[in-house]
């Protein structure tokens, strides 16, 4: 089998033409000549983020790098091997780019706590992802700072910006960027199969620039919020004040209840007195709950809403309604956008939550 497109002439002793038979899980690694070239990691780099820059650099696409170059065959769920890669898969790497595998791991999400009910996927704790089912697959999307991307020599994704509900750049504190200013489409890779250049700091649809510009300051809840989370991910548990400690399973299933319940069992005159309690915390901001449907960051600012000051305050007092109000329903309504298509949503399958994590969440929900 050859490549998609001709390697460049320099490159021409690479072995792409003498290829294993591919695999879904990857083999015990043998020894193989390294690529004709280097290329080195960025400043917490994520994993998939230097591949596809390597791709570009060979003047292949990602799936002919993956497949002739490591021999994987999983390359449409390439974000899903890319963050926890096997060990023996990091070998392979480490034999054919001349990385180690020490470095390998450090882009990867081998330091934070295992996903649980896909808490990594994109935009996972906003509106949408309750309202209806995750399809089957999903194209890669990411959100990214442009003060970051301008600062780049070459523009590359960090890892933190690969968890689906970061939301806040931790070095300028402002709201990441998640559609074009231009053709507002979703930030998205190229597809995995075609050869083209990995540039994140352009538009894949409409090629505008995504660096510079001004850049929206985070809200501080918004930014509290995703400091407690990435504890609770980084360190397997975090202290909510009133609330108490909360492992990274509770903590998923709690703003799931809270987010679910909010978006699948409220009706609509229901949800309007909601967002009229809630937006009234604002003040003289602007905020609309069309932005707790849509994005990362204005999802987190209502989950610290519904937690700040707990068990009193005024978003508590709804935080624990839901609460209730999930406990009362006769059947499970909020993880239907874990279930696959052909799969029955309505039904306490594994989709739901474990018994000792529903009795943490109805310990909080009877809190006096």
Not at 18 to 29: D, H, K, N, V
Not at 338 to 353: H, I, M, V, Y
Request: hydrophobic share 40%.
């Amino acid at each position: 089998m050859r490549p998609t497109s001709p390697l460049p002439r320099s490159a021409a002793v690479l072995p792409f033409e003498a290829i294993e038979p591919r695999e879904s899980l990857p083999a015990r690694p043998v020894s193989r000549p390294q690529f004709p070239l280097y290329v080195e990691p960025a400043a917490g780099e994520a994993l998939l983020s230097w591949l596809l820059r390597l791709a570009t650099r060979l003047g292949v696409s990602f799936r002919t790098l993956s497949a002739a170059g490591f021999g994987i065959d999983d390359y449409a769920v390439a974000p899903q091997w890319s963050r926890r890669p096997h060990p023996w898969l990091l070998m392979r790497i480490s034999q054919r780019t001349g990385l180690s595998v020490a470095r390998l791991r450090q882009m990867t999400f081998d330091g934070f706590e295992p996903d649980y009910r896909r808490d990594e996927d994109c935009a996972r704790f906003a509106g949408r992802r309750y309202d209806s089912r995750a399809p089957e697959s999903r194209a890669f999307r990411f959100a990214v700072c442009g003060q970051c991307l301008e600062q780049d020599a070459t523009p590359y994704l960090r890892r933190l910006w690969l968890i689906g509900w970061v939301a806040v750049c931790p070095d300028h504190g402002t709201m990441l960027i998640e559609r074009c200013g231009t053709c507002y489409g979703r930030l998205r890779v190229a597809p995995f199969a075609k050869r083209a250049s990995f540039a994140p700091g352009r538009c894949t649809r409409c090629a505008a620039s995504l660096m510079g510009g001004v850049s929206a300051p985070a809200h501080p809840w918004a930014i509290k919020m995703q400091t407690s989370l990435l504890a609770a991910k980084c360190h397997g548990a975090v202290e909510f004040h009133g609330l108490g400690r909360l492992t990274w399973p509770e903590t998923v299933a709690l703003i799931d209840v809270l987010h679910g319940t909010t978006w699948t069992d409220l009706t609509i005159s229901e949800q309007e007195r909601l967002w009229i309690t809630y937006l009234h915390a604002f003040r003289s901001q602007t905020r609309e709950p069309a932005d707790i449907y849509e994005g990362r960051h204005d999802s987190l600012c209502f989950l610290a809403w519904l937690l700040e000051g707990w068990p009193g305050g005024e978003g508590p007092c709804v935080a624990r309604d839901l609460l209730m109000r999930w406990f009362a329903a006769p059947r499970n309504r909020i993880c239907r956008h874990l279930c696959s298509p052909d799969e029955e949503p309505w039904t306490a399958g594994a989709s739901n939550f474990e018994p000792p994590i529903q009795e943490r969440l109805r310990a909080l929900a009877y809190a006096r």
